[in-house]
């Protein structure tokens, strides 16, 4: 209320940013008016002078209208001008429009604009990646597929090459030759995988400074950045691998889970029809009545998908009634209710949180008198009970707590498979979520309906249908390397982003990237009309309506839009639309390059296009002379999208630029949206006015409620999408970690640095190790330095005494462990160069620089397995009510921290002991492992909150820090750090010398 008052007065947010930037806009109309008086030459010398300017001190800001100016005026120069865009000819035909001059400046200051389809979204990018240029580093363009890529990078290419800047173009099958040409340029243009997946290679596979391909992240601006950002991101970028072992028990389980399925289906069917039979009898009693409900709730909880229990639940009153008993039997105080009525079924499976889990009479059933073999045992309370079980000797303890722990991985690998072949056969539909196709199980996106070869769910999930569908189960891939979108877009200095469609979305994109969203106005003022949405009863209703609202529009020649949310809808529509003989042309995302052209001419008259949301994005759709006449292209959505902001998409598709245009939307209580979490007062309401076949509602209030299921949806999605990236924080700093260290590795200029850098942390962990080792006095530790000198002479060829270590040591007592570790490195270091002086220069740098990778390559590799592993073990901990996250952190942490020592450790004990020959063939070996680019789907609910835990996980009171490189109590001035009394000169050459 009060913040609608204040609207009132001051205007929106966006509308106050608008308006601020106006004076900018009139200053570069101003100046680019003067720019028509000079000649081209001297119009393009601006760019020379622009970086001259840049490079004595003005900033970015300073020339903001300048270069500004200078595009706008460009493009009034190449007016006309003729040229050709994959394979089309183009005549160049556009100046900004003044909002598309504001649009420039919200990107350049790192914003969204949120500017409607057919503003212009293109040429608005190329004035902030014309300034951001100027500083010679490299800009990129963030485009939805490699199609946008091209076109957008050929066309508008005319105005950076006419202002003698470079413009290059990332595709997918490009060599990395090809690649570093494209970075190499000013502006590059590809999309979010290209870029990702270029980094996770360079970062974390190169071996050698010239395969990097990427050289800067400084500058993105992401087109349809709500795509990207959005949708894309709950798939993380993965390039994984084959992996050796696999302990997994699916084929073991499947037959247990097949009959255990059927048992339960069967249950479910009587469940259903004994329920139905009261349910329709008027004359039962109140308690039978009760009971009935009870059975039907038992049938939601065991098969919440159960073709029976749906048709009892397209009555309204049912439902509503039901889930009065649902929030009954699960609310805190009828514990014991919720498991009374649980406890018939042999699991209970949860379509909203995607949990699966036995209850007793299951476990009885699939394991006859061993039901323990399902249940977690308490593993700590088991260790701590053998741990101080007095009759044990300590041998005995040693040799019991190994063998429990082998169980318990035994199980928990166990109880995680038949979890995951519950859902396979609970969730997993076969020609829905998957099908089968040369004994390969395949997955069917979500999105778009599409199928997707060579793609596997996680998780064991993917394995678990082909134990389901009993075709070869194929093996586990390890990853390589991975990265989320977001955290990988994170690595930009500046970022920025447009759409049309972004301010649903706005807190997310604040939370996340810190990226504020500023509307732009449209150029013209948009009059489209949009109607209210018409509900139906079913599915085939709501079709009905939609190809009778297309034949009366296409008698009159209308164009006309019509989206689906998914490829199967799309085709119940086509085949109907056939039956009236009313031509069409269906897309679905496949060939993103004909579908443009396809939807480029979806505005002329009579025509007729059937496309699911993703389909021709990018591609604006132009009105055909006359068509304006007949209302404009009316575009019908054939249900509501999960998220409000796709359906917004899709009626952004009309009324551009002023263009007359409409769009309704078509709804169905069948949908999934309705089903899952539509309000039951719409079907109270049906039921009030008691609808017969055929009818629809229609009213704004109903819009709303829609739009409140969205909200949920969303919402729900949203907490998804932040936990993928809260798991993925973990990794992230870990992954920052080994990356910088690897980097610095591969590419700096002082190798030798680097590595002894690390032999320096890996003896001075030992010596912290001696210290807490030795003897304690009382006035004091005894440092062990009996086992400091085996240690050494173990990792190092040298022949070290007790008596060689003298820096550090007083009395037999540590005093500065620093001063001692410099000693015994400087030796090592001493006798590495001295040992190496034959060996050519170019070779020895080979050596000290993959010395290092190896071990990284090698210890990263088997790290990402357990983290993987850990990862999936993390479902289970639910059982035992604790938050995942929080364990997950801990656990990471110190897996962590150990491999880091452990890369430390071997760096040193392989320092006289590697050869070239031995290094390269590691090379190669790692290069000869075939590789796979992943950009991977989540399952829908992946990672979703167990129920009855919180929304927001309170965080531990302590996180641990993870150690950076140098992980001293008191990190003091480094060997090859410059030295303090500002000399210039390294430490260990100046002050630092003989310490
Ligand atoms: P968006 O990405 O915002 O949906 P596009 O960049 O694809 O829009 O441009 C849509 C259409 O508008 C293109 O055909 C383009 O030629 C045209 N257009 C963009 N800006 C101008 C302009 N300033 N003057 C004339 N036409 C323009
Ligand atoms: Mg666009």
């Not at 949708?231 to 970028?237: F, G």
């Not at 189960?473 to 500046?494: H, S």
């Not at 590789?931 to 829908?940: A, N």
């Amino acid at each position: 209320m009060l913040s609608a008052i204040f609207k009132a007065v001051f205007g929106t947010k966006s509308q106050r940013d608008v308006k601020r930037m106006l004076p900018l806009v009139a200053k570069i109309n101003a100046i680019e008016l003067e720019l028509q008086k000079l000649s081209d030459d001297e119009i393009k010398a601006k760019t020379a002078e622009f970086k001259e300017r840049l490079a004595k001190g003005e900033t970015l800001d300073d020339i903001m209208c300048e270069a500004f100016a200078v595009v706008k005026n460009t493009c009034r120069r190449l007016v006309g001008t003729e040229f050709e865009v994959c394979g089309q000819p183009m005549k160049w035909d556009m100046i900004p429009f003044d909002v598309q001059l504001m649009g420039g400046i919200a990107l350049h200051r790192g914003n969204i604009a949120e500017m409607a389809t057919g503003e212009g979204k293109t040429l608005v990018a190329t004035l902030p990646l014309y300034l951001n240029a100027l500083t010679g580093r490299n800009c990129q363009l963030v485009t939805v597929n490699d199609y946008l890529a091209r076109r957008d990078s050929a066309w508008m290419g005319q105005i950076y090459n006419f202002l003698g800047l470079s413009v290059g173009c990332l595709q997918n099958m490009q060599s990395p030759d090809v690649r570093r040409e494209q970075y190499a340029c000013d502006i590059t243009y590809g999309t979010n995988s290209e870029f990702g997946f270029d980094y996770l290679r360079d970062m974390g596979m190169a071996s050698d400074k010239e395969e990097l391909v990427q050289r800067d992240h400084y500058f993105a601006i992401i087109d349809e950045i709500d795509s990207i950002l959005i949708d894309e991101a709950r798939t993380p970028l993965i390039i994984s691998g084959p992996v050796p072992m696999s302990d997994s028990q699916f084929e073991e389980l499947q037959p247990k889970v097949a009959s255990l399925y059927s048992s339960q289906n069967l249950l479910c069917s009587r469940l259903a029809r004994e329920a139905k039979a009261v349910l329709e009898d008027e004359n039962a009693s109140p308690e039978a009545v009760d009971d009935a409900m009870i059975k039907l709730l038992q049938v939601k909880f065991g098969m919440p998908t159960h073709k029976q229990l749906l048709r009892i639940l397209e009555n309204g009153e049912i439902v509503r009634e039901l889930e009065k008993v649902e929030s009954k039997v699960r609310s805190d105080n009828n514990r014991g209710m919720l498991q009374e009525v649980q406890s018939e079924l042999f699991f209970t499976i949860d379509e909203k949180t995607n949990e699966a889990d036995l209850t007793a009479k299951g476990r009885e059933a699939i394991s006859p008198g061993n039901p323990q073999d399902f249940i977690m045992p308490d593993l700590l309370e088991e260790i701590h009970r053998i741990d101080t079980d007095e009759n044990l000797s300590p041998e005995e303890r040693t040799a019991r707590r190994n063998r429990f722990q082998e169980e318990f991985s035994v199980k928990s690998e166990r109880l995680h498979d038949l979890s995951q072949l519950l859902k396979a056969y609970c969730l997993f539909e076969k020609d829905v979520n998957y099908v089968v196709q040369d004994r390969k199980v395949m997955i069917v996106d979500e999105h778009t309906g599409r199928l997707m070869p060579g793609r596997r769910f996680s998780d064991g999930l993917h394995q678990a249908l082909e134990a389901k569908e009993r075709v070869p189960i194929e093996q586990e891939t390890q990853t390589m390397a991975t990265i989320t979108i977001q955290n990988y877009f994170r690595l930009y200095k500046k970022l920025a982003g447009m759409t049309g469609t972004a301010e649903t979305e706005a807190a997310e994109f604040h939370q996340i990237y810190k990226l504020d969203v500023i509307v732009i106005p449209t150029n013209k003022p948009c009059i489209r009309k949009d109607d209210n949405d018409s509900i139906f009863k079913t599915k085939r209703e709501k079709f009905n309506a939609i190809v009778n609202d297309v034949e009366e529009r296409h008698k009159l020649g209308q164009p006309i839009l019509l989206g689906t949310i998914s490829v199967e809808d799309s085709e119940i529509l086509s085949r109907m639309l056939k039956m009236r003989g009313i031509p069409h042309n269906v897309l679905n995302a496949k060939n993103h390059e004909r579908e443009a052209e396809i939807v480029a001419r979806a505005g002329t008259p009579g025509s007729v296009t059937v496309a699911t949301n993703m389909a021709g994005r990018g591609t604006d759709i132009k009105l055909a002379p006359g068509v304006a006449e007949l209302g404009g292209l009316h575009v019908i959505g054939s249900s509501r999208h999960d998220s409000r902001r796709i359906d917004r998409q899709l009626r952004g598709r009309c009324s551009r630029q002023g263009d007359p245009g409409s769009s309704k939307f078509y709804v169905s209580l069948e949908d999934n949206l309705m089903r899952l979490f539509g309000s039951d007062r719409i079907v109270k309401i049906f039921d009030r006015f008691g609808l017969e076949e055929g009818d629809e509602l229609q009213h704004p209030w109903l819009n709303k409620s829609i739009e409140t299921a969205q909200r949920r949806v969303e919402q729900q999605h949203f907490s998804i999408r932040k936990r993928t990236l809260d798991f993925d924080d973990v990794m992230n700093k870990q992954r920052e970690i080994i990356y910088q260290l690897r980097h610095d590795a591969l590419v700096s200029d002082t190798p030798m640095d680097v590595l002894f850098g690390v032999v320096e942390l890996a003896v001075g962990n030992e010596i912290q190790s001696c210290a807490a080792y030795g003897e304690r006095k009382k006035d004091g530790v005894v440092f062990d330095i009996d086992r400091l000198v085996a240690y050494l002479n173990d990792a190092f060829p040298l022949e070290f005494k007790a008596a060689d270590l003298t820096e550090g040591l007083e009395d037999g007592k540590l005093t500065d462990a620093d001063k001692l570790t410099i000693q015994i490195v400087d030796r090592v270091e001493k006798a590495y160069v001295d040992s190496h002086a034959d060996l050519p220069e170019e070779q020895l740098t080979y050596l000290v620089r993959h010395t290092v990778l190896e071990a990284i390559d090698r210890l990263w590799q088997e790290h990402l397995y357990a983290m993987d592993q850990l990862r999936s073990s993390m479902s289970l901990r639910v059982y035992a009510q604790k938050d995942p996250l929080v364990e997950y952190k801990h656990e990471a942490f110190g897996i962590f921290k150990s491999m880091m020592d452990q890369i430390y450790r071997d760096v040193a004990h392989n320092l006289f002991r590697v050869t070239i020959t031995r290094l390269s063939s590691f090379d190669e070996l790692l290069a000869s492992m075939p590789q796979e680019m992943i950009h991977q789907t989540f399952e829908q609910f992946d990672g979703a909150l167990p129920p009855g835990l919180p929304q927001e996980p309170p965080e531990e009171a302590v996180e641990p820090e993870i150690p950076v490189t140098f992980h001293r109590e008191t990190p003091k001035v480094g060997r090859n750090d410059p030295c303090p009394c500002g000399s210039g000169k390294k430490y260990k050459n100046c002050c630092g010398k003989n310490k």
